[in-house]
């Protein structure tokens, strides 16, 4: 199978509500505070909003320094992207869905790419697979324990 598809699905729960994780998912630069990323910012605002569609943000993890850019949102619900650069990877793109239950919300981070080299598949789907299950548990839980309606980074309040 050359340059297979992988399709990857991590699903977790927060007690918090779909627009306190929404506003963290859309704010790059909240991502060092629930995510294994080191740095997180705004390389391009998008066409309506900064944070919107189109929008590029820069995220550092280690040596990586990786873009990817916002191709779909929905308030609340859904915040969706393709990676640009940074991973040997193509076609990657990922939606995280915000499904609200009577605790709180169901998040389920899909992602799929195929790998830019042949036989590495396996190496990316298991790195991204922990990315992706290490940034929904700590979006969850950050969330959760982040006071609402301030800054998500204003842990004072």
Do not use: C, N
Not at 75 to 91: C, E, K, M, N, Q
Not at 107 to 112: D, H, L, V
Not at 127 to 156: C, E, F, H, N, V
Request: glycine share 8%; no cysteine; net charge positive.
């Amino acid at each position: 199978m050359y340059h297979m598809v992988h399709q990857l699905s991590v699903t977790t729960h927060s007690t918090a509500i779909p627009d306190a994780l929404y506003a963290l998912l859309k704010d790059p630069t909240t991502r060092p505070a629930w995510s294994p990323m080191d740095a997180g910012a705004l390389h391009a605002p998008g066409a309506d909003e900064p944070y919107g569609v189109g929008s590029i943000r820069a995220l550092t993890r280690g040596r990586i320094h990786g873009r990817d850019q916002v191709v779909e949102l929905v308030p609340d619900a859904r915040f969706s992207y393709i990676h640009l650069t940074g991973l040997p990877v193509r076609d990657y793109r990922a939606d995280v869905d915000l499904t609200p239950d009577s605790g709180g919300t169901q998040i389920t981070w899909r992602a799929s790419f195929r790998p830019k080299y042949v036989g590495t598949g396996w190496f990316w789907r298991l790195g991204i697979t922990r990315m992706l299950r290490q940034s929904a548990t700590g979006l969850a839980q950050y969330a959760a324990s982040a006071p609402l309606r301030t800054s998500p980074l204003d842990k004072s309040s």
